[in-house]
């Protein structure tokens, strides 16, 4: 997909005369709607299920379901409502029933910005439950959990399940292995993510201590058929992973459990429930279902598909689009160093480009970027100098992490615009600096009304100006009040609730003055 968007041509010059006016901010601004508007939720399933008189094909699987008034709906996540909405519109006259786990106030919220079109009708056979409010379990979501496993559990082989999944949905399935409570559980997960774990090594504990995580929910709904529509915010798109994989069976290892916990410091002093539970794990065999084919888990939406029309979106503005990476992970440090590099790069002179191009190179593997990657991408910013292509906009994808030092409020993404923002520091060609954006698809980056921010080569200065100490500001994890003070917020991306979750999404406008000679 890369690779097709970099032979495509910009638009002709005099059709671009009107888009000039744009700041090089809103053009980003309109990339990332761009992006989230490709994995609305009940776009994903309009296009996943095509139906059949009384049957139903679940495309690009090859597999058809009958339709026989035994349709039952599960879903978990910050995206499965509309999920639900058009999975009912297309199979609803054979609908049974089924229950939903949902954000605490999503309905509330949809209503509020006129998304009626993501909302259940009134006389719909599916309970909507909310709870997970910040994102975090609780008990409302445990109770959710408790009805979507009795659902489950009262299936026969002449039913079939939909299960529907999207980003949130581990902390809206908590169902913790007893004797561990929720709060046990939540408690070691929070400390997981505060010492900076990956969603995997996360994924691995909360599998480990989860009833319906980790192919549990399948295995509750044997013998009936399973159908699970997906959409991915983990990357690489990994099934067992995403909403730590209720329909996928997940072998869990006692040592690859212990060496997590051993990583971060939590072995030290664990709680009884905690001892008996490691104690019981084992290595999972091949589940019976799965080898009878009565599991399909498709996923109908990911970060590469977004990237893909944050791209032709990005044409229509004028820039010559290009994919890094949907998989960039890895310390938000390393990350803002690498766009920080690819702009330097980009704006560099000649002699200074080898080593800059070395260094790049070097920092790829640490970020989850590929060498051959990183060389195609160098290779569009030579040329799009060389060849009078105009401006160049770098698209990539993922999820980096934070180590927490503060008690600020603040999320990954406005963490990392401010760190390339001082990466971009002092860069400055003749006409505009090169603007970076990272945004969370989902809308909401940490606790704060906010998915993400925008940045360019003033933000030190402009900080200065105003008595703010950025340092200050980033030793506290404090990105969201930074960026709230600064300028009044405009630096802020605040598209409100996107209704879709495919992780972020970092864009990097160069512009078409940038590489001297």
Same mark, same amino acid.
């Given at each position: 997909?890369?690779?097709?968007?970099?032979?495509?041509?910009p638009?002709?010059? /005099?059709?671009l005369?009107?888009?000039?006016?744009?700041?090089?901010?809103?053009?980003?601004?309109?990339?990332?709607?761009?992006?989230?508007?490709?994995?609305?939720?009940?776009?994903a399933?309009?296009?996943?299920l095509?139906?059949?008189?009384?049957?139903?094909?679940?495309v690009?699987?090859?597999?058809?379901?009958t339709?026989?008034?035994n349709?039952?709906?599960?879903?978990?996540?910050k995206?499965?409502?509309?999920?639900?909405?058009?999975?009912?519109?297309? /199979?609803g006259?054979?609908?049974v029933?089924?229950?939903?786990?949902?954000p605490h106030g999503?309905?509330?919220t949809?209503r509020?910005?006129?998304?009626?079109? /993501?909302?259940?009708?009134?006389? *719909?056979?599916?309970?909507v !439950?909310?709870?997970?409010?910040?994102? %975090?379990?609780?008990?409302?979501?445990?109770?959710?959990?408790?009805? $979507?496993?009795?659902?489950?559990?009262a299936l026969?082989? @002449?039913?079939? %399940?939909?299960?529907?999944?999207s980003?949130?949905?581990?902390?809206?399935?908590?169902?913790?292995v007893?004797?561990?409570?929720?709060?046990? @559980?939540?408690? $070691?997960?929070?400390?997981?993510?505060?010492?900076?774990?990956?969603?995997?090594?996360l994924?691995t504990?909360?599998?480990?201590?989860?009833?319906?995580?980790?192919?549990?929910?399948?295995?509750?709904?044997?013998?009936?058929q399973?159908?699970a529509?997906?959409?991915?915010?983990?990357?690489?798109?990994?099934?067992?992973l995403i909403? *730590?994989?209720?329909?996928v069976?997940?072998?869990?290892c006692?040592?690859?459990? &212990?060496?997590?916990?051993?990583?971060?410091?939590?072995?030290?002093?664990?709680?009884?429930?905690?001892?008996?539970v490691?104690? =019981?794990?084992?290595?999972?065999?091949?589940?019976?279902?799965e080898?009878?084919?009565?599991? &399909?888990?498709v996923?109908?939406g990911?970060?590469?598909?977004?990237?893909?029309?944050?791209?032709?979106r990005?044409?229509?503005?004028?820039f010559h689009?290009?994919?890094l990476?949907?998989?960039?992970?890895?310390?938000?440090?390393?990350v803002? +160093?690498?766009?920080? %590099?690819?702009?330097?790069f980009?704006?560099?002179?000649?002699?200074?480009?080898?080593? /800059?191009?070395?260094?790049?190179? @070097?920092?790829?593997p640490?970020?989850?970027?590929?060498?051959r990657?990183? +060389?195609?991408?160098?290779? *569009?910013l030579?040329?799009?100098h060389?060849?009078a +292509?105009?401006?160049t906009?770098?698209?990539?994808?993922?999820?980096?992490?934070?180590?927490?030092s503060g008690?600020?409020?603040?999320g990954?993404?406005q963490?990392?615009a !401010?760190?390339?923002?001082?990466?971009?520091?002092?860069?400055?060609?003749?006409?505009?600096?090169p603007?970076?954006?990272?945004?969370?698809t989902?809308?909401?980056?940490?606790?704060?009304e906010a998915?993400?921010a925008?940045?360019?080569?003033?933000?030190?200065?402009?900080?200065?100006?105003q008595?703010?100490d950025?340092?200050s500001? %980033?030793?506290?994890n404090?990105?969201?009040?930074f960026? *709230?003070?600064?300028?009044g917020? =405009?630096?802020?991306?605040?598209?409100?609730?996107?209704c879709?979750?495919? !992780?972020?999404?970092?864009?990097?406008?160069?512009p078409?003055?940038? @590489?001297?000679?």
């Amino acid at each position: 997909m890369a690779r097709v968007l970099s032979l495509i041509r910009p638009q002709p010059f /005099l059709a671009l005369l009107g888009r000039r006016k744009m700041s090089l901010d809103s053009r980003a601004r309109e990339v990332f709607a761009a992006a989230v508007e490709a994995v609305q939720p009940d776009i994903a399933v309009q296009q996943s299920l095509e139906r059949q008189g009384d049957s139903v094909e679940v495309v690009g699987s090859g597999r058809k379901f009958t339709l026989r008034n035994n349709v039952h709906v599960v879903g978990f996540g910050k995206a499965v409502l509309g999920m639900a909405t058009e999975a009912e519109r297309i /199979l609803g006259d054979h609908f049974v029933g089924g229950v939903i786990s949902v954000p605490h106030g999503i309905q509330q919220t949809l209503r509020q910005h006129g998304k009626h079109h /993501l909302l259940l009708k009134e006389r *719909s056979r599916i309970q909507v !439950m909310e709870g997970a409010q910040h994102n %975090l379990p609780d008990a409302d979501s445990q109770k959710a959990a408790e009805c $979507i496993a009795r659902l489950a559990r009262a299936l026969t082989e @002449k039913d079939l %399940l939909l299960v529907l999944i999207s980003g949130g949905g581990s902390a809206l399935l908590p169902a913790p292995v007893s004797p561990i409570t929720l709060h046990e @559980k939540l408690d $070691i997960t929070r400390k997981l993510a505060a010492a900076g774990a990956t969603i995997q090594e996360l994924n691995t504990v909360r599998r480990a201590f989860s009833k319906l995580k980790g192919g549990g929910l399948a295995q509750c709904a044997h013998p009936a058929q399973v159908v699970a529509l997906i959409l991915s915010d983990v990357i690489g798109d990994p099934l067992d992973l995403i909403a *730590s994989g209720p329909t996928v069976r997940g072998p869990v290892c006692r040592e690859e459990v &212990l060496a997590v916990l051993e990583r971060y410091g939590l072995l030290d002093s664990p709680s009884a429930s905690v001892k008996e539970v490691l104690g =019981r794990l084992h290595p999972r065999q091949e589940d019976e279902i799965e080898e009878a084919g009565h599991v &399909l888990n498709v996923v109908i939406g990911s970060n590469s598909v977004a990237l893909q029309h944050a791209g032709r979106r990005a044409l229509e503005l004028g820039f010559h689009p290009i994919v890094l990476s949907p998989g960039v992970c890895g310390d938000v440090r390393s990350v803002s +160093r690498l766009y920080g %590099l690819l702009a330097r790069f980009a704006c560099s002179r000649q002699e200074n480009s080898s080593e /800059l191009a070395a260094e790049l190179l @070097k920092l790829g593997p640490e970020v989850g970027v590929e060498t051959r990657d990183l +060389r195609r991408v160098m290779q *569009s910013l030579d040329q799009a100098h060389s060849q009078a +292509r105009g401006a160049t906009c770098v698209l990539a994808g993922g999820e980096p992490t934070v180590e927490l030092s503060g008690k600020g409020r603040g999320g990954r993404n406005q963490e990392l615009a !401010m760190r390339v923002g001082l990466e971009l520091r002092g860069l400055q060609p003749p006409l505009d600096s090169p603007v970076f954006l990272s945004g969370g698809t989902d809308g909401q980056d940490g606790p704060t009304e906010a998915a993400g921010a925008v940045t360019d080569a003033s933000l030190y200065g402009d900080a200065q100006k105003q008595e703010l100490d950025v340092v200050s500001f %980033l030793k506290n994890n404090d990105s969201f009040t930074f960026f *709230s003070r600064l300028s009044g917020g =405009r630096n802020l991306v605040v598209p409100g609730l996107t209704c879709t979750n495919v !992780m972020d999404v970092h864009i990097l406008l160069i512009p078409s003055s940038a @590489k001297e000679d």
